[in-house]
């Protein structure tokens, strides 16, 4: 009975140790495409990107070819429609991304993907809005994958700004 309480605990240990990376956001992430009623009082002031931890190789325990990527996006909110009292914030922010090559490393070629982060802006009633920019300061994370051994170019864009992060796996 103690053996299998043992044996138990030994996995439960493992799973949580060896799982990967864990995103953490300020807001939630979606790729889902919908209809964003007010981007036109969005102004993005900062954007930055980097991977956090991306010591990429083989594991004897889990797959590390997985890797956290975080974002900074700073800037400002101001509400541009019609009316009045219409208080403007970011309710999440879609993510797309896609691979534009996927390289080999027996060619030295490296692969690149290129990733859009879009804060949605979602519209609120209230009083005490008067029209005034609105400040804002996000962190988001989300996980990646490396597209293949060697060096992964990551190229990321958030309303014309472009940042490139590169992310080595090795075997």
């Known amino acids: ?32 495409v919908g209809w964003w009623v007010d981007q036109d009082g969005l102004k993005i002031t900062e954007f930055s990107a980097e991977a956090v931890d991306p010591d990429l190789g083989l594991s ?31 309710a999440k922010v879609q993510l797309t991304a896609r691979v534009v090559t996927p390289g080999t490393a027996n060619d030295n070629y ?27 300061n996000l962190t988001i994370e989300h996980v990646f994958s490396a597209m293949n051994w060697g ?7 958030c309303q014309g700004k472009t940042v490139s992060v590169t992310v080595q796996v090795s075997k």
Do not use: C
């Open 1 to 32: 009975m103690m053996f299998a309480g043992f044996i138990v605990i030994s996995a439960v240990v493992l799973y949580f140790s060896f799982r990967g990376p864990v995103a953490h956001s300020d807001v939630p992430v979606t790729s889902e």
């Open 60 to 90: 004897l325990f889990y797959d590390r070819s997985h890797f956290l990527m975080r974002f900074h996006i700073k800037g400002t909110l101001r509400y541009t429609g019609m009316g009045e009292h219409w208080k403007p914030t970011i």
């Open 110 to 136: 490296e692969a690149i993907a290129d990733a859009l982060l879009v804060p949605v802006v979602e519209i609120k009633k209230d009083d005490s809005y008067n029209g005034d920019e609105i400040p804002f």
């Open 151 to 157: 060096k992964n170019l990551y190229n990321i864009q």
